[in-house]
């Protein structure tokens, strides 16, 4: 079993449409939980950012992590066209905080 | 520039060749890492620069692989007889030394094929 399991997609919706995107993991030891967009043919950039259980919202994008089912999710509302890219799951320890272990990223794209 | 620049962005080489790609982090960033992405896979790390201290390599997948980074600027990853698996873009990262986890940013990657 992989550490960090995200479901590749690829994944359609129209425009206005609510998205989620999850990631489940194995390592109990993560403590840290992120999201990373990334466009096509460029370097992913960091969406949010999580310090453990519980909720975070920014703007149309909410954080969710629950550490109990080892299970994170990416909630985008009225989402847009902009918005279509691969998101990728990321996570790290405590321990070892500059080592992220990723997911391998859900396409998705947003029709107009 | 203000972000963190690769250089090739693009290169091809014959299997048993050796190949270096170059990053330029963010100025005033003291820590850069390394990571490959390939085709359907995640981002998997390979080492991480910070200051002075002594890089953490343990993520090179072996030893035809290696990196250094001077000072707190530029770094260079070298791989030595290239094999068709290293074909993958190879992205480098910079952070604040006291950077919140996982605040990276990540230049463009070099894109690397072997043929």
């Known amino acids: 079993q992989k550490e960090v399991e995200q479901d590749p997609g690829p994944l359609s919706v129209p425009e206005g449409a609510i998205v989620s995107l999850n990631c489940t993991y194995s390592?109990?030891?993560?403590?840290?939980f992120m999201w990373y967009r990334q466009y096509s043919r460029k370097g992913p950039e960091l969406l949010m950012y999580?310090?453990?259980?519980g909720n975070k919202e920014d703007g149309r994008f909410t954080a969710q992590v629950d550490k109990s089912s080892k299970y994170i999710s990416l909630f985008i509302r009225d989402s847009q066209p902009s918005d279509s890219a691969t998101y990728l799951c990321a996570m790290c320890s405590g321990g070892s905080n500059y080592k992220l272990t990723f997911g391998k990223g859900t396409l998705l794209t947003v029709n107009p | 520039g203000a972000g963190v620049s690769q250089s090739p962005s693009n290169k091809v080489t014959e299997k048993g060749k050796d190949v270096e790609l170059r990053c330029d982090p963010i100025?005033?960033?003291?820590?850069l890492y390394w990571y490959r992405q390939r085709l359907g896979q995640g981002l998997e790390f390979l080492i991480y620069f910070q200051g002075n201290s002594a890089p953490d390599k343990s993520g090179l997948p072996s030893d035809r692989f290696s990196a250094e980074r001077t000072g707190e600027s530029v770094s260079t990853l070298t791989i030595q007889r290239t094999q068709q698996e290293d074909s993958a873009v190879y992205l480098c990262?910079?952070?604040?030394?006291?950077?919140?986890?996982?605040?990276?940013?990540f230049g463009e990657g070099s894109r690397l094929t072997v043929l």
């Open positions: 999580t310090y453990s259980s």
């Open positions: 390592n109990s030891a993560f403590q840290y």
């Open positions: 990262a910079s952070s604040l030394g006291n950077t919140v986890a996982g605040e990276l940013f």
């Open positions: 100025s005033g960033h003291t820590a």
